[in-house]
């Protein structure tokens, strides 16, 4: 089934297409802070300084006093590819820049990680944290102020400061004891920037299952960063969290992916490193993981038409809130201003195999579902090119990223 994008805004495009697969409480809302489209990606970016980005970015409140860049859900749909964040702030000041990047490599960390070891990233890693179970709302105990005002800004706005994300991860997991796997969905249905890749990473992290140490939750850190929060809080004087959480260190699992140390499989993990032609192209096929002009397989066809396909089995299962969606067809319509957009609602598996199309090769497990009847796969534009060495930790990748290309950004 065809969707038309100029059926009205982006909310009525969703409303009238998509309702049925979007979260049956959601109210198909936009996120009033965060448009989608490469136009907002570039405004975003432009507007972006990182002078104070050190100092600030783990502040939570109030929102003015806020360093952090708010760039995530460009970055996760390639609007604003790594590199292009990466140069952006290189006139910055050294310190702010030197964590800005850090952070960025972050990212391609857990990029790099997931394209390694691909839905194992489900289950814990390497310490065994609270895993299983269903979603547990009564995790998150909205009479406390700080959990309820974070809690909103997920569902109202789809976007976390790395802080706040923290705090509801420990909270969910670390004090209430609540299965992450859980949580950490009800993270990916809301998120803007909600990819499996950093959102895994991040309640592996947080929980202990990625280090071994879990992250505590306490009092300190609200009072730190959003004191506001705890003045207007109810439990003001009998706040549960006043003490950080006694937590045991979790004990290492048994069955951690044989390759985390060790990538047999390189060139698998990394993809296509040129354009592999199979037959003519006749369109551009775009993934959600790269909706941006800087595609490499929508700049290597100019003059082709572009598709999208909503994939419904999978929006199906994973009923997200209508914002994201929103935030997508958003960036459909921006695109359809310069080129000619043509988008699908169905099965990619049934729908790519017609379509002829050229599609840039993704680093993550449902990528198959496109590669398959693709005319043209073209690489992925990885700011650091992987290697063979240890996934197993943020330092130890970094380590071994050293040197596996020439013009290696994170070796400066
Ligand atoms: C529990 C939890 C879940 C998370 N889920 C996601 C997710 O689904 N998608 C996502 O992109 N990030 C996720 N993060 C990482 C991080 O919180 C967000 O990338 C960051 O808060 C986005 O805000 P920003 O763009 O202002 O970041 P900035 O601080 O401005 O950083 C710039 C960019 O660096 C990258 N980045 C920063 N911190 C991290 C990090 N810890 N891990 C990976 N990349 C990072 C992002 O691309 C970000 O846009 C999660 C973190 C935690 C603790």
């Not at 209508?322 to 990619?348: C, N, Y």
């Not at 043209?376 to 330092?395: C, I, K, M, N, R």
């Amino acid at each position: 089934m065809l969707i038309a994008l100029n059926d009205g805004t982006a909310e009525a495009v969703v409303r009238r297409h998509l309702r049925h697969l979007v979260d049956d409480d959601d109210e198909v809302r936009a996120s009033p802070g965060i448009r989608g489209g490469q136009t907002s990606a570039d405004r975003a970016l432009a507007g972006f300084s990182v002078a104070g980005y050190a100092a600030r970015r783990s502040q939570v409140l109030p929102e003015t006093d806020r360093g952090a860049s708010r760039l995530s859900p460009y970055i996760r749909h390639g609007l604003v590819p790594l590199g292009r964040a990466w140069d952006h702030v290189a006139d910055g000041p050294a310190r702010d820049t030197r964590k800005f990047r850090d952070e960025l490599l972050w990212q391609e960390y857990a990029r790099h990680l997931y394209a390694r070891v691909g839905v194992a990233l489900h289950r814990n890693l390497r310490f065994a944290a609270p895993w299983a179970g269903g979603f547990e709302p009564e995790a998150w105990p909205r009479r406390m102020h700080c959990v309820d005002s974070v809690v909103s800004e997920l569902e109202t706005d789809g976007w976390l400061v790395n802080q706040t994300r923290m705090w509801l991860a420990s909270q969910y997991t670390v004090r209430f004891g609540a299965g992450w796997h859980a949580g950490q969905e009800e993270f990916y249905r809301h998120l803007l920037d909600g990819s499996r890749a950093a959102n895994l990473l991040g309640w592996q992290w947080t929980v202990g299952a990625g280090t071994g140490s879990p992250y505590g939750f306490a009092r300190w850190q609200v009072e730190k960063r959003a004191p506001q929060l705890c003045r207007a809080c109810p439990l003001a004087q009998a706040c549960p969290i006043e003490q950080f959480p006694a937590a045991a260190a979790p004990a290492p699992v048994t069955d951690a992916p044989a390759n985390l140390t060790r990538d047999p499989h390189l060139a698998a993990t990394r993809g296509p490193s040129v354009a592999v032609r199979r037959r003519a192209a006749r369109s551009v096929l775009l993934t959600v993981d790269s909706l941006g002009d800087a595609d490499p397989a929508l700049e290597a066809h100019s003059a082709l038409p572009v598709v999208f396909v909503f994939d419904e089995p999978a929006l199906a299962r994973l009923r997200l809130s209508s914002k994201r969606l929103i935030f997508t067809v958003e960036t459909l319509q921006d695109l359809a201003r310069r080129r000619e957009v043509v988008v699908h609602l169905g099965d990619p598996r049934v729908v790519v195999p017609s379509l002829d199309a050229a599609v840039t090769s993704a680093p993550v497990p449902s990528f198959a579902r496109y590669a398959e009847g693709a005319a043209e796969l073209h690489p992925w534009p990885w700011l650091v090119a992987p290697h063979s060495g240890s996934v197993a930790s943020f330092s130890a990748w970094r380590r071994a990223s050293a040197g596996v290309v020439a013009d290696d950004p994170g070796a400066g």
